[in-house]
């Protein structure tokens, strides 16, 4: 008989109650009930507290509170203070399915498997709530051409791909979107997603967790992390069943996504330490990325303005 695997569920949260408590709730419904709760609050002044206290009496919660701005500082804190041998990263904002801690702990009985993550599909209401989705909506003349070049170029045409990261630096965002769902089998994959984050402790312990020099929102260090799992000889795996639901709220951090000239510092600092170009073309399609990318920041940039400027001539 299977030793039993002791599991951790980690939220980091900000001024987010409603979505906590939808979280909550579909945690609540988990049909394997055997895991905990660490929830990590950088300060909520909306009813946050409220939420965690109604949900102790369904649920076994424990509370940090740490207002450290930086992301990758709370993903770190999560797994050395969470009690499980698997810590479970989700978001606050997410629905998991009622199967997915059971699923998770069977799919990490494999000791060759480092890391596990699944389809953590937007509804498709909220995509705009995410910028690089734009790409998907859009009927903007513009950004529709735009959408053409890092579709065909950036994600070599794989518009729907699942786990990967190209040449060029760009990641797939296929996992956001319900193709993701429809997988037949587990696949092997680059990277975990950032809301669907599963690995053991003993493996964080290993590689020496998170690297901190990612900030702010810190996009990036979660794949910064799963390469390193990778390098250490582990495989990352990408289950159809392990799914959530992520409910954009654009409330609470997400403000800091506006941030672009951290978010490309993140960028850059994941594609030269850990990922760097691997041949020629690889450099080209950097560079071109790269490009794409700032051109693609200041078209949001003057649209907002523009917008501005019209409600208050």
């Excluded at 408590?21 to 579909?26: A, E, G, I, V, Y």
Aim: aromatic share 12%; glycine share 6%.
């Amino acid at each position: 008989m299977a030793k039993k695997q002791s599991l951790t569920v980690v939220i980091p949260t900000y001024n987010r109650a409603e979505s906590l408590k939808k979280c909550f709730d579909s945690l609540r419904k988990q049909t394997d009930k055997d895991f905990d709760v660490l929830i990590i609050d950088g300060g909520s002044t909306d009813r946050t507290q409220e939420v965690i206290k109604q949900f102790a009496k369904k649920l076994i919660i424990r509370l940090i509170i740490d207002k450290t701005p930086h992301l990758s500082f709370i993903r770190d804190l999560g797994w050395r203070k969470a009690k499980g041998e698997i810590i479970a990263g989700i978001d606050d904002d997410v629905i998991v399915s009622k199967n997915w801690i059971k699923l998770i702990k069977q799919a990490l009985r494999d000791k060759a498997i480092g890391g596990v993550t699944g389809p953590t599909v937007i509804p498709e209401k909220l995509l705009a709530n995410r910028d690089v989705f734009l790409f998907h909506t859009t009927r903007n003349p513009f950004l529709k051409l735009l959408g053409e070049v890092y579709f065909k170029l950036f994600l070599q045409g794989e518009k729907y791909a699942v786990g990967k990261i190209y040449p060029s630096g760009a990641w797939s965002p296929g996992s956001n979107l319900p193709q993701a769902l429809k997988l037949k089998k587990p696949i092997e994959v680059d990277y975990l997603e950032a809301c669907n984050f599963t690995v053991r402790r003993k493996t964080l312990k290993e590689i020496g967790g998170y690297d901190l020099n990612y900030k702010e929102t810190s996009e990036w260090c979660e794949i910064d992390l799963a390469f390193r799992i990778r390098r250490a000889g582990y495989r990352l795996l990408f289950e159809p069943k392990i799914a959530v639901k992520h409910q954009v709220d654009p409330g609470g951090v997400f403000n800091r996504r506006k941030k672009v000239l951290v978010r490309l510092q993140n960028f850059l600092r994941f594609y030269f330490h850990r990922y760097y170009p691997k041949s020629l073309q690889g450099i080209i399609l950097f560079f071109l990325y790269f490009q794409f990318l700032v051109v693609y920041y200041l078209y949001l940039f003057l649209r907002k303005s523009l917008k501005e400027a019209r409600k208050h001539p």
